[in-house]
């Protein structure tokens, strides 16, 4: 099974009248390695059924209620700039030369 983004699931269920939110739904997939069942132990071979099933066992109130987080792309680059930025710098810290380096006890 090719794995979903949140965008996907998102726009997926909306399509359906549902709203969902692709983030949660994607994220509680991946922690039992798209995996569902009581022991987690059976694969899941279609995210979309799997949307239909979250559909249909919604109560009521959370099909009127839910609220969708809004997939901003700016942000997402922005974060991923962010990213990059922090590992750029760990880089460049973890680069100096070897007389910088400092050394206790507790390193060894």
Known sequence: MI????QQVT?????????LDGFYFCD?????GWRYGSGKGIEMRDWKAAVRMWKRNATPSALLNS???RYDPEKLEKRKRELEEIKEREWQ???GSPED?????SDV
């Open 28 to 32: 509680r997939y991946e922690v039992t």
């Open 3 to 6: 794995k979903p983004t949140p």
């Open 101 to 105: 380096w400092t050394w206790s006890k």
């Open 67 to 69: 609220e969708i987080p």
């Open 93 to 95: 810290r973890r680069q």
């Open 11 to 19: 726009e997926y269920a909306l399509s359906l009248g549902f709203k």
